[in-house]
């Protein structure tokens, strides 16, 4: 069989040079993560660069100082132990994200926050360091769902979703047991009404999650957490099925490449203020 090199082995980061190639997204590892790998692999398929981040870093501010964005994984970091998230929280990389994200409630940072993007456990960890409002509990159902499923994209201006269009409907991957959202509602009512409510369930509700939230961002629209995972969905032959075969769904891309089709429309406004 010939080989393809526009298919690299599952742990290869390397990718042809593309006018995103400079854009460097942290990946974070904790003790229990599992699907760093997946996640690393998305940003490059996306046009990116990943870079490792491990949550005790020896310096977290220089690493984080060094990337564009960050990406907290799925997993069960710590084991789950207390709750999903509850340890993972105390790492000393996430108190330098909270800080660079603009801190909890947008209260500490000046201009844009870094762009954080929480995906299953790395949402359950956004909500318990506050950077995100509610918290995950276990599904309605009290068992480990792992399927296809259907989101509609209810906000597509926050920085990891911009490249759809709002209203879309996608198919990703969904492998959970503590995935439903919860909060007061007055806290959905200020989510729904700010339109901070970014991908909301389509069909049915897998884990009986609050209005049929799936996924929420923050005011300022840098920090968003998802309870399903797009970087399972960004590769033909290892996506959902879609309309177009078996597996081949790729609709979760577009949360990676929105993100760096961002930043690299900051970086040429920047350099354009410069030459002026």
Request: glycine share 14%; proline share 5%; charged share 20%.
């Given at each position: 069989m010939t080989a393809r090199s526009d298919l690299p082995l599952i742990g290869d980061y390397s990718s042809p040079e593309t006018p995103l190639s400079g854009a460097r997204i942290g990946v974070v590892t904790f003790p229990g993560t599992l699907d760093d790998r997946d996640a690393a692999r998305a940003v490059r398929l996306a046009g990116g660069q990943p870079?490792?981040?491990?949550?005790?870093?020896?310096?977290?501010?220089?690493?984080?100082?060094?990337?564009?964005?960050?990406?907290?994984?799925?997993?069960?970091?710590?084991?789950?132990?207390?709750?999903?998230?509850?340890?993972?929280?105390?790492?000393?990389?996430?108190?330098?994200?909270?800080?660079?994200?603009g801190g909890r409630d947008g209260s500490s940072g000046s201009g844009a926050g870094l762009p954080v993007l929480g995906i299953c456990n790395g949402f359950q960890i956004l909500t318990e360091a506050h950077l995100l409002p509610g918290s995950m509990i276990k599904n309605d159902h009290l068992k480990f769902l792992c399927r296809d499923q259907v989101l509609r994209v209810e906000n597509n201006t926050t920085a990891w979703t911009r490249d759809y269009a709002a209203g879309e409907e996608i198919t990703v991957v969904l492998k959970n047991q503590d995935g439903q959202y919860v909060a007061d509602e007055k806290t959905l009512d200020e989510l729904e009404g700010e339109g901070r409510v970014v991908f909301r369930y389509v069909g049915w509700n897998p884990n009986g999650s609050r209005r049929n939230i799936a996924g929420i961002s923050n005011a300022a629209g840098n920090v968003v957490?998802?309870?399903?995972?797009?970087?399972?969905?960004?590769?033909?032959?290892?996506?959902?099925?879609s309309a177009e075969g078996m597996r081949l769904g790729t609709d979760g891309l577009g949360v990676f490449t929105s993100v760096l089709a961002g930043l690299a429309g900051a970086e040429a406004g920047a350099n354009a203020g410069v030459s002026k």
């Amino acid at each position: 069989m010939t080989a393809r090199s526009d298919l690299p082995l599952i742990g290869d980061y390397s990718s042809p040079e593309t006018p995103l190639s400079g854009a460097r997204i942290g990946v974070v590892t904790f003790p229990g993560t599992l699907d760093d790998r997946d996640a690393a692999r998305a940003v490059r398929l996306a046009g990116g660069q990943p870079v490792s981040l491990w949550h005790a870093e020896p310096d977290a501010a220089a690493a984080l100082g060094a990337l564009d964005a960050v990406v907290i994984p799925g997993g069960f970091s710590y084991g789950d132990y207390l709750r999903a998230g509850a340890i993972a929280r105390f790492a000393p990389v996430m108190d330098e994200i909270v800080q660079a994200a603009g801190g909890r409630d947008g209260s500490s940072g000046s201009g844009a926050g870094l762009p954080v993007l929480g995906i299953c456990n790395g949402f359950q960890i956004l909500t318990e360091a506050h950077l995100l409002p509610g918290s995950m509990i276990k599904n309605d159902h009290l068992k480990f769902l792992c399927r296809d499923q259907v989101l509609r994209v209810e906000n597509n201006t926050t920085a990891w979703t911009r490249d759809y269009a709002a209203g879309e409907e996608i198919t990703v991957v969904l492998k959970n047991q503590d995935g439903q959202y919860v909060a007061d509602e007055k806290t959905l009512d200020e989510l729904e009404g700010e339109g901070r409510v970014v991908f909301r369930y389509v069909g049915w509700n897998p884990n009986g999650s609050r209005r049929n939230i799936a996924g929420i961002s923050n005011a300022a629209g840098n920090v968003v957490g998802l309870m399903p995972h797009p970087e399972h969905a960004v590769e033909a032959g290892f996506g959902p099925d879609s309309a177009e075969g078996m597996r081949l769904g790729t609709d979760g891309l577009g949360v990676f490449t929105s993100v760096l089709a961002g930043l690299a429309g900051a970086e040429a406004g920047a350099n354009a203020g410069v030459s002026k």
